[in-house]
Each structure stands twice: as C-alpha cells, then as structure tokens.
C-alpha cells in the first residue's frame, strides 16, 4: 500500500524542457507539416516553430490568408495531427 508520494517538480520540469522532449515535440511538428503540405496549393509555406514554455512545445503554421478557411473546411491541421498519432480535442 503506498503511505507516501511526492512529486519531483523539479525533476518534472527538468524533464519537460529536456533535449529529449524537444526532439519528440519538434518531430511531430515536422511530421504534421509534411501533412498539411499535400492538402494546400503548390508554393503554400507551411512552417514549424520549436519553442519552450514550462515545457517543449512547437508550431504549425499555414501561411496564407485562406488557411483558417481551409482548417475550417477540410480540417488540414486536425487531419493532419491524427495520420501521426494526436489525439486532437476541442478547446473548452
């Protein structure tokens, strides 16, 4: 039976901003954007930005005026964040 946990914060964090993290994080952005690239028009940028808040994060940018027309439409970011395993829910 467990009489005592203590969560390691420090070691948590260590963690989360950890070089190991980042690359899990920065290959799944790439991945998503290899993704979305087949789904927008030839020539469209679609970039991937690695940054680190409490923890590794990054993002995928479609950088054209029609994009949020097209996320809303055919869903390029969602579709594209399930073929590589995310689990995509709505923000509440």
């Known amino acids: 039976m467990l009489e005592s946990f203590r969560l390691d914060t420090r070691g948590v964090r260590e963690v989360l901003t950890g070089p190991d993290v980042r690359r899990a994080v920065d290959g799944l952005a ?9 789904r927008v ?18 993002s995928v940018t479609v950088e054209d005026v029609r994009a949020m027309a097209w996320q809303a439409r055919d869903g390029i970011l969602t579709r594209a964040a399930g073929e590589v395993g995310l689990e995509v829910r709505a923000w509440q």
């Open 41 to 58: 028009p030839a020539g469209t940028v679609v970039s991937v930005h690695g940054y680190t808040t409490d923890r590794g994060a990054a």
């Open 30 to 38: 790439g991945a998503i954007a290899a993704h979305v690239r087949p």
